[in-house]
T-cell receptor, first 115, second 110 residues
Framework: DAGVTQTPRHEVAEKGQTIILKCEPV?????LFWYRQTKIQGLELLSY????????DGGAFKDRFKAEMLNSSFSTLKIQPTEPKDSAVYLC?????????????FGEGTRLSVL | QQNVQQSPESLIVPEGARTSLNCTFS?????YFWWYRQHSGKAPKALM?????GEKEEGRFTIHLNKASLHFSLHIRDSQPSDSALYLC??????????FGSGTRLLVSP
């Protein structure tokens, strides 16, 4: 079975650049999540889509982070402009029913390094 | 605001040992609880879940939930080197705003 696919796996950016991370959810899943993972903060929710509609825009992350879901099989996370503190692993997850009785499936993530 | 804490931060155990990982949460109304396992450079994968007080066993893994004490735990019997990973607990009070713990890094030495 195809899982959640994230590209690229690694990204290196200079401070101030714009980067776009991509995610293909599992076919048929209605919910899509973007998380940021760091050793200090753990997993933090960035965005949440239900049936392509943005339900959560990330609160403290909304000023430079923008997630979009143009169709049910593709989502992007844009960071503009990047800062060194954005260095982290960015994880995408999808689920047929959100976080109820079935846990979402995660992709392997994009490791971002901002110099 | 849900607060989820994991302990210990890291753990080294010999192969064959019993391992216990702990997770405490602050919202007694939380409904869904999961343990995830994440090998280095890989996707977090749901290991086990529990939705009511008590115990649940699957193979070498057992989870306990006690909502009154705001605590749930994961126990691994006969730990194997392949169990070496980051273990994350996740708590859902309802809806989509799941809160993750910061993780316990387990190393099982051969």
């Amino acid at each position: 079975d195809a899982g959640v696919t994230q590209t690229p796996r690694h990204e290196v950016a200079e401070k101030g650049q714009t980067i776009i991370l991509k995610c293909e959810p599992v076919s048929g899943h209605n919910d899509l999540f973007w998380y940021r993972q760091t050793k200090i903060q753990g997993l933090e929710l960035l965005s949440y889509f239900r049936s392509k509609s943005l339900m959560e825009d990330g609160g403290a992350f909304k000023d430079r982070f923008k997630a979009e879901m143009l169709n049910s099989s593709f989502s992007t996370l844009k960071i503009q402009p990047t800062e060194p503190k954005d260095s982290a692993v960015y994880l995408c997850a999808s689920s047929p029913t959100g976080w109820n009785n079935q846990a979402p499936l995660f992709g392997e993530g994009t490791r971002l390094s901002v110099l | 605001q849900q607060n989820v804490q994991q302990s210990p931060e890291s753990l080294i155990v010999p192969e064959g040992a019993r391992t216990s990982l702990n997770c405490t949460f602050s919202d007694s109304a939380s409904q869904y609880f999961w343990w995830y396992r994440q090998h280095s450079g890989k996707a977090p994968k749901a290991l086990m879940s529990i939705f009511s007080n008590g115990e649940k066993e699957e193979g070498r893994f057992t989870i306990h939930l006690n909502k009154a004490s705001l605590h749930f735990s994961l126990h691994i019997r006969d730990s194997q080197p392949s169990d070496s990973a980051l273990y994350l607990c996740a708590v859902n009070p309802g809806g989509y705003k799941v809160v993750f713990g910061s993780g316990t890094r387990l190393l099982v030495s051969p």
